[in-house]
């Protein structure tokens, strides 16, 4: 049962363009003790820009901890690790080696979490990596995600969670000189109104925690269902959920990838889209930019924000982190968000698109959906349906 705490401030931040001045600005005024956690530390121009904060706060005498993931980390870790680390940064790679397309179940678990924890007064998490907003040769747009600031008692749980990771990884790469206990201990005063919960997915305590609040939110809907996911590949006990919550008469709306920097698994998901489109499920695809959104808001008033995809690599596989929301107001806010960019950037499906669309293309659609599932069997999962 997801275990919410009241007294929290939480404050949605859209795209990288809100995000990254105020993770600058957290990182200028940090005196203790800084986590930071991303599955991509791109060295771009934003990188550089977090990475010279990061710098700066070490020179100061701030303790910082910089875990990245070893495979989307790996530009990190050539260009900018090495002069963050000369600067008194602690820094962690998870799981740095990495044979490309091996299927092994412990090559595929990656760190995908992005979470910053700044002197036990304040976090950030959601699903934006440290990485320019714009690509260069890409969409005119930023890329569409989110990110939440936290304050409060929640933070209790979030600091315990990057602490843990820290110690974990530390253990794990024989960098036991590393350890050192939490300086800034977060006290749980109330700072706000708000009820939330800090949720993980991990492969020991909390393996379904994050698919859980799902299924149990889609199981109580009795309105609306909004689902905006980068990568989105329910297994069946999701995919049945949302069907049951159709057929009582809820609205249930998804927002999917239009452009695509991953073809396979955008490919691998429209092999789903007859399945949903037949059963009432309206289906909009995303073409302003690239859509990285994991998020979700179910009756106006219960909504997510986080790192984990609605896949298999996320809900069986990664490490992820998403902060779930219960709010009339903060859950409003997040859907007009989302309906914004349905009605600037995205072009609903209907079953007569996908039966007009070319058959090789309809092919690639299933030998992709094939493809992924045969993945995660090799890796021996997908039990769960």
Not at 18 to 42: G, K, N, Q
Not at 313 to 339: C, H, K, T
Request: one cysteine or more.
């Amino acid at each position: 049962m997801t275990a919410f705490i009241a007294g929290n401030a939480i404050a949605l931040l859209e795209t990288g363009q809100a995000y990254f001045p105020e993770l600058e600005a957290a990182l200028d005024e940090a005196r203790t003790e800084v986590f930071l956690e991303s599955y991509i530390f791109c060295p771009d121009l934003t990188g550089r820009r977090i990475a010279a904060a990061l710098s700066r706060a070490a020179r100061r005498g701030v303790a910082v901890h910089v875990v990245v993931d070893g495979f989307g980390g790996r530009d990190f870790v050539r260009d900018l690790m090495p002069g963050l680390v000369a600067d008194g940064v602690k820094v962690l790679v998870f799981r740095r080696e990495l044979k490309l397309f091996s299927l092994r179940r412990h090559r595929l678990r990656r760190m995908h979490r992005k979470l910053v924890v700044v002197d036990g007064r304040l976090a950030f998490v959601g699903g934006i990596n440290v990485i320019e907003d714009f690509e260069v040769g890409g969409p005119p747009h930023p890329r569409y995600d989110y990110t939440v600031k936290v304050e409060g008692p929640l933070l209790v749980p979030i600091c315990q969670a990057a602490h843990d990771l820290w110690r974990l990884v530390s253990w794990a790469s024989f960098r036991r000189r590393l350890l050192s206990p939490m300086r800034a201990l977060p006290d749980g005063r109330a700072v706000g109104e708000l009820r939330a919960a800090f949720l993980i997915r991990d492969n020991l305590r909390h393996r379904h925690d994050i698919e859980e609040a799902y299924l149990s939110a889609i199981a109580l809907a009795g309105e609306e269902i909004v689902i905006a996911c980068a990568y989105f590949l329910p297994g069946r006990r999701f995919r049945q959920a949302l069907v049951e919550a159709a057929t009582r008469g809820v609205r249930v709306t998804l927002l999917l990838q239009g452009l695509s920097d991953h073809p396979f698994q955008a490919h691998a998901t429209r092999a789903l889209y007859p399945f949903f489109l037949d059963r009432g499920i309206r289906l909009f695809e995303y073409h302003r930019s690239y859509l990285h959104a994991k998020v979700a808001v179910v009756d106006g008033y219960w909504a997510t924000v986080g790192s984990s995809n609605i896949d298999p690599f996320s809900l069986l596989l990664a490490r992820e982190a998403n902060v779930v929301v219960e709010d009339g107001a903060f859950s409003r806010r997040l859907r007009d968000s989302i309906f914004r960019a349905i009605e600037e950037g995205a072009q609903e499906l209907r079953t007569e698109d996908w039966r007009k669309l070319p058959l090789l293309r309809r092919i690639a659609c299933w030998l992709a959906y094939q493809g992924a599932r045969l993945a995660i069997g090799v890796a021996g999962y997908g039990r769960r349906g």
